[in-house]
């Protein structure tokens, strides 16, 4: 059942098991044709499994993509190094925490670095200091390391 | 060379499967 399937599904996520969450999320789309949370663990099980073309391509032919693959769509772009075409992308959608971030890392490997740690420093106080890390990486770069 | 790690890689998640199972 379909029941069956998801929780299969959910089994192979908890053990990162993602080639096999591949499998069984297109079993649940081959039953229940544009399944939002089928297609959404299929489209992130790919980028976890480092199948960033695949994920790309999934989101692509989604007919009715819902509104988070926005996100997803410009992540994979970001990682096939289409940075303008991950930038456009970003400046139609909602901005958030996760758009913010993309953001900063795409405009740190075009080299835009005041414009990278301008957005650092708008984000929402980091809740974890990795986000420190960017911001300092890009100071660096920028030479404005004694900030 | 400055190492930028890439956070917005955690903000790509699963979907909750509570309510399919
Ligand atoms: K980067």
């Known amino acids: 059942s379909l029941e069956d399937l998801f929780a299969s599904l959910n089994r192979h996520i908890e053990r990162s098991e993602f080639e096999e969450a591949v499998r069984v999320a297109d079993q649940v789309l081959s039953i229940s044709r544009g399944d939002e949370d089928a297609l959404r663990c299929k489209v992130v099980a790919l980028v976890k499994a480092d199948d960033v073309d695949g994920a790309l391509s999934t989101i692509r032919s989604s007919k009715s993509p819902p509104a988070d693959f926005r996100f997803f769509e410009a992540y994979c772009l970001y990682r096939q190094n289409k940075l303008d075409e991950a930038l456009q992308s970003l400046k139609s959608q909602e901005r958030s925490s996760a758009t913010m971030l993309l953001e900063s890392q795409i405009l740190f490997r075009l080299n835009k670095m005041d414009a990278c740690i301008d957005i650092y420093q708008n984000l929402p106080k980091p809740k974890i200091e990795s986000v420190e890390v960017n911001s300092v990486a890009g100071l660096v770069a920028a030479g404005r390391a004694s900030e | ?21």
Request: charged fraction near 15%; aromatic fraction near 10%; avoid cysteine.
């Open chain 2, 1 to 21: 060379n400055p190492i930028v790690l890439d956070l917005a890689y955690n903000h790509i998640d699963f979907p909750s499967l509570q309510h399919r199972m």
